[in-house]
């Protein structure tokens, strides 16, 4: 993880590593769920004891998307989802560096998934899925909220980043 620092920065990483934690615990949950509808509409489609569940693709897609987001959230707190390693050895201000670019490139993303979702969610906002008649909104919001929490994680590296390459603490 992180290294820590005292006062307010140290709040703040203990917040995002609680928060980190929790949607660790929601991803893990979505998928169990996520396997119910599915394997409902596997056995329907191949036996006549089980009535053939339109709802479940429904429900499927809803907690697909969700479970992506979540993922993807969890991937850029741990600086996996949007990271390739092109660069031979570096130094860590370099590496730093290098990072600092490619964080500020992801944060790019991030302000579009917030702004973009904040319209996305507004579009469904009174408006329901046709056939589990689940508002809308209720994935739709899965973008901003992605956005938000990118922002979040960000801020904590970028914040790293600039002190190692300003030779101070170093994450």
Same mark, same amino acid.
């Given at each position: 993880?992180?290294?820590?620092?005292?006062?307010?920065?140290?709040?703040?990483?203990?917040?995002?590593?609680?928060?980190?934690?929790? /949607?660790?615990?929601? *991803?893990? =949950?979505? $998928?169990?769920? &996520?396997? @119910?509808?599915?394997?409902?509409?596997? #056995?329907? +489609? %191949?036996?006549?004891?089980?009535?053939?569940?339109?709802?479940?693709?429904?429900?499927?897609?809803?907690?697909?998307?969700?479970?992506?987001?979540?993922?993807?959230?969890?991937?850029?707190?741990?600086?996996?989802?949007?990271?390739?390693?092109?660069?031979?050895?570096?130094?860590?201000?370099?590496?730093?560096?290098?990072? /600092?670019?490619?964080? *500020?490139? =992801?944060? $790019?993303?991030? &302000?579009? @998934?917030?702004?973009?979702?904040?319209? #996305?969610? +507004? %579009?469904?906002?009174?408006?329901?899925?046709?056939?589990?008649?689940?508002?809308?909104?209720?994935?739709?919001?899965?973008?901003?909220?992605?956005?938000?929490?990118?922002?979040?994680?960000?801020?904590?590296?970028?914040?790293?980043?600039?002190?190692?390459?300003?030779?101070?603490?170093?994450?």
């Amino acid at each position: 993880m992180y290294g820590q620092q005292a006062g307010a920065p140290g709040l703040w990483r203990r917040i995002t590593d609680a928060y980190s934690r929790l /949607l660790s615990l929601l *991803l893990a =949950v979505s $998928v169990a769920i &996520l396997i @119910f509808p599915v394997t409902l509409q596997i #056995f329907s +489609r %191949f036996t006549a004891l089980i009535p053939s569940y339109i709802w479940t693709e429904e429900m499927a897609r809803f907690l697909f998307v969700w479970t992506i987001m979540i993922g993807a959230m969890i991937g850029v707190r741990e600086s996996t989802h949007f990271e390739v390693d092109l660069w031979p050895s570096v130094s860590r201000r370099v590496e730093a560096v290098i990072k /600092l670019v490619s964080r *500020l490139c =992801v944060l $790019v993303f991030a &302000l579009v @998934f917030v702004w973009s979702g904040i319209e #996305f969610t +507004r %579009f469904a906002w009174f408006r329901f899925s046709e056939l589990a008649e689940l508002p809308l909104w209720l994935i739709h919001i899965a973008w901003p909220i992605t956005g938000f929490t990118w922002v979040a994680f960000l801020g904590e590296q970028l914040v790293d980043d600039v002190r190692t390459i300003a030779g101070g603490e170093t994450a």
